[in-house]
Every structure is written in C-alpha cells, then in structure tokens.
C-alpha cells in the first residue's frame, strides 16, 4: 500500500472518530407533577357524608410515571412527565 494513502486513510479514520465524539444529544427534559390536597372543612357538607373505603391501585399504575391508556386492554407509562412520589400503597 502506497504510504500516502495509508496516511490519508489514517488521517480520515481519525477525523471520522473525533468527529463522531463531538456529537453530542440534548438532555431529556422530564416535568414533575404532585397534587396538594385542600383540608376538608368542618363537619359533612349539607348534612350529607359518603365513607371510602382504603384501596390500592392496580400493578399497572403504581410507580411515579404517569399511565395513560393506549387502547382497551393496553396502558403506556409517560417517561417525561412522572409524579414528584409515588401513590401511596394502602
């Protein structure tokens, strides 16, 4: 091989792979949610009260993303919007 084109492929080789580690991706930007309840007054609202039972949410929707249902049997978490903690198990 002609050492002027070995040269010049090296001298290539080396341009492409310096090249390649400056490319850089941005950041993925994720948003936090959470929810701040209002302190329920008082005493019933109009006489009238309704009692709830504790209960856990399904496997499915535990965890700080966000789920959204793609479809009737079919739910997708959301990478980039998530919950600040997680929903408390009861």
Excluded: W
Excluded at 7 to 15: D, E, K
Excluded at 57 to 69: D, E, F, H
Excluded at 79 to 89: D, I, K, M
């Amino acid at each position: 091989m002609n050492p002027a084109v070995f040269r010049f492929f090296l001298l290539t080789v080396a341009v492409a792979l310096l090249g390649a580690c400056a490319i850089r991706q941005p950041a993925v930007v994720t948003e936090n949610f959470s929810f701040k309840l209002p302190t329920p007054r008082a005493g019933p609202a109009g006489g009238r009260s309704i009692a709830v039972l504790p209960f856990a949410a399904a496997p499915t929707a535990t965890g700080q993303m966000l789920l959204y249902r793609a479809g009737e049997p079919r739910y997708e978490h959301d990478f980039y919007n998530r919950f600040l903690a997680p929903p408390p198990n009861c």
